[in-house]
């Protein structure tokens, strides 16, 4: 797991705190503000999804969500969860991973949704 720690945050994350949780190893981190975040002790982990079998980071360009419109772009303000995943920024969809990619959406695989 990469992560580091996120200094000042005010915010407690908890089930019901409104931001998507997800099954992230053995633990549960909360997408905030394109941030992945771990609370735990007496601060909040930075954390980052790997790019591996379960998440991998390949180009899907036959990739066709009926989550939304096919003219749909995912960015800052889309209405979608941002996840860092690797060296780069998903996109929580329907409970998989969605990569704005070249004029498509790549399909970076499935996480659990916990809330």
Do not use: F
């Not at 980071?57 to 960015?75: D, F, I, L, M, V």
């Not at 998903?90 to 990619?101: A, E, I, K, Q």
């Amino acid at each position: 797991m990469n992560h580091k720690t996120h200094e000042r945050h005010d915010h407690v994350h908890a089930k019901g705190c409104g931001h998507p949780a997800i099954q992230h190893q053995d633990h549960v981190d909360y997408l905030h503000d394109g941030h992945l975040h771990h609370p735990h002790s007496d601060h909040t982990d930075e954390c980052t999804l790997a790019e591996d079998a379960r998440n991998p980071a390949q180009c899907t360009p036959q990739h066709a969500c009926g989550a939304h419109e096919a003219t749909h772009r995912h960015g800052p303000s889309c209405g979608h969860a941002a996840a860092p995943h690797g060296d780069h920024v998903d996109y929580l969809v329907d409970g998989h991973l969605h990569h704005p990619h070249d004029g498509h959406c790549d399909d970076h695989g499935k996480v659990q949704v916990l809330s």
